[in-house]
């Protein structure tokens, strides 16, 4: 079993739709969570970043933890087609030690 | 203020061949990672380098290194290319001594023929 999961779909949706991206992981160590998003021939730039449990809000996207479960989760509320793209969930047990990534999903909003 | 920057963009070698990638992080930002990034494993992590140290390493066989110099900028080298080799390798840097928020460059895709 790999450490974190992730659906690498595609995902397509219509403009405007709310699009749910989940991750799942078996190190309970993980503390420290976070989501990147890379566009096509680009590097991943980090989009949302929570520690423990808990929800976190920016603009249209909120990120879930739930530690219990070991199941991450980043909403995208009124997609655009600007967030297609692939999205990455990463976590790590500390801030001394090397994320460790899902393999992404690959996102389509379709005008 | 600049983002990562990695040279070259593009590289296409031949097996055995050697290579050297370079990676300049953002100004004031002391650690760098490197990671390996295909379309079968994902993104995964080379090593880490803080303050010209390296600080974590992963789990790629010897023919993978790297080293930091002074003004923070690395290079990774890779000897003895294979075709598995192939990938999109990406520097991202960070301004502290953790990890958890990463700024990435937009990587060097090394083709092995």
């Known amino acids: 079993q790999k450490e974190v999961e992730q659906d690498p779909g595609p995902l397509s949706v219509p403009e405007g739709a709310i699009v749910s991206l989940n991750c799942t992981y078996s190190?309970?160590?993980?503390?420290?969570f976070m989501w990147y998003r890379q566009y096509s021939r680009k590097g991943p730039e980090l989009l949302m970043y929570t520690y423990s449990s808990g929800n976190k809000e920016d603009g249209r996207f909120t990120a879930q933890v739930d530690k219990s479960s070991k199941y991450i989760s980043l909403f995208i509320r009124d997609s655009q087609p600007s967030d297609s793209a692939t999205y990455l969930c990463a976590m790590t047990s500390s801030g001394n030690t090397p994320l460790v990534f899902g393999k992404g999903t690959r996102l389509s909003v379709i005008a | 203020k600049a983002g990562v920057t990695q040279t070259p963009r593009y590289l296409i070698k031949t097996r055995g061949q050697q290579v050297t990638l370079s990676c300049s992080p953002i100004?004031?930002?002391?650690?760098v990672s490197w990671y390996q990034q295909t379309p079968g494993q994902g993104l995964q992590f080379l090593f880490e380098?803080?303050?010209?140290?390296?600080?974590n390493k992963g789990n790629f066989p010897g023919r993978f290194s790297g080293r930091q110099f002074s003004n923070s900028r690395s290079e990774m080298n890779v000897s003895t290319l294979e075709l598995g080799d192939s990938a999109l390798y990406l520097c991202?840097?960070?301004?502290?001594?953790?990890?958890?928020?990463?700024?990435f460059g937009s990587g060097t895709q090394l083709s092995v023929l």
């Open positions: 190190n309970s160590a993980f503390q420290y």
């Open positions: 380098y803080f303050s010209e140290t390296q600080r």
């Open positions: 991202a840097s960070s301004s502290d001594a953790t990890n958890e928020k990463l700024f």
């Open positions: 100004s004031g930002h002391r650690s």
